[in-house]
């Protein structure tokens, strides 16, 4: 049995900060990658960024410098902290964990948060 509890999300004006978390448990494996996708209405869920059990981070590029990823393998948590937010951050973001962090790419493990609401206004 794997959970991901997510907690963070709410409401902010555009240049605000919010910090979002993710804490696994279960039978997880803990050399598995982790990460963060975000999604619109009508739109498919894409990646924001993931991060290996070493550290090794990607980003997508709208968020490159404004966002960061972190985890505490101790407490096998996944941390977004999210900066500078514009308008368009907005989304509901999920956890993921069970990935594969390689040198292509981040691929997507089949373990999902219950996804938390961000809306930045403008």
């Known amino acids: 049995q794997v959970q991901l509890v997510e907690s963070g999300g709410g409401l902010v004006q555009a240049g605000g900060s919010l910090r979002l978390s993710c804490a696994a448990s279960?039978?997880?494996?803990?050399?598995?990658?982790m990460g963060w996708y975000r999604q619109v209405s009508g739109i498919q869920r894409e990646l924001v960024a993931a991060?290996?059990?070493?550290?090794?981070?990607k980003y997508t590029n709208s968020v490159k410098g404004r966002f960061t990823i972190s985890r505490d393998n101790a407490k096998n948590t996944v941390y977004l902290q999210m900066n500078s937010l514009k308008p368009e951050d907005t989304a509901v973001y999920y956890c993921?964990?069970?990935?594969?962090?390689?040198?292509?790419?981040?691929?997507?493990?089949?373990?999902w948060g219950q996804g938390t609401q961000v809306t930045v206004s403008s």
């Open positions: 993921n964990a069970g990935g594969y962090y390689t040198l292509g790419g981040y691929y997507t493990g089949k373990y």
């Open positions: 279960g039978s997880i494996n803990s050399n598995n990658a």
């Open positions: 991060i290996s059990s070493s550290g090794s981070t």
